[in-house]
């Protein structure tokens, strides 16, 4: 079951158009955070816009990014709201990385 703040992230992420959204409940494996969530963007401008654009509509209902890294070159963004972390990434790093593999 996902966490509140999770489903508002992936709500946001699908009005935003990224694809491929999966939560991972990463509780048992790591300290930092209860939820990662991973989604694609179609190119490194739409990475960007997901990225910030999620950022101020958390503002928006309240709910503060801690940071983001990665804005620059927007190949993979990541997006941390405490309790959940946001990787935005282009297809090409995806596939490379394959966070679902680590933590799926």
Do not use: P
Request: proline letters at 0%.
């Amino acid at each position: 079951m996902q966490d509140s703040l999770a489903q508002t992230v992936t709500t946001i992420l699908d009005e935003l158009k990224a694809t491929d959204i999966d939560v991972f409940d990463v509780r048992a494996n790591s300290g930092i955070t209860d939820n990662m969530v991973v989604c694609t963007g179609t190119s490194s401008r739409h990475v960007g816009a997901i990225a910030q654009n999620l950022t101020e509509a958390c503002k928006k209902q309240g709910i503060e990014s801690y940071g983001a890294e990665g804005i620059n070159t927007a190949d993979w963004v990541v997006v941390d709201f405490g309790q959940v972390i946001v990787h935005v990434m282009q297809q090409e790093s995806r596939d490379l990385y394959q966070l679902e593999k680590l933590w799926g």
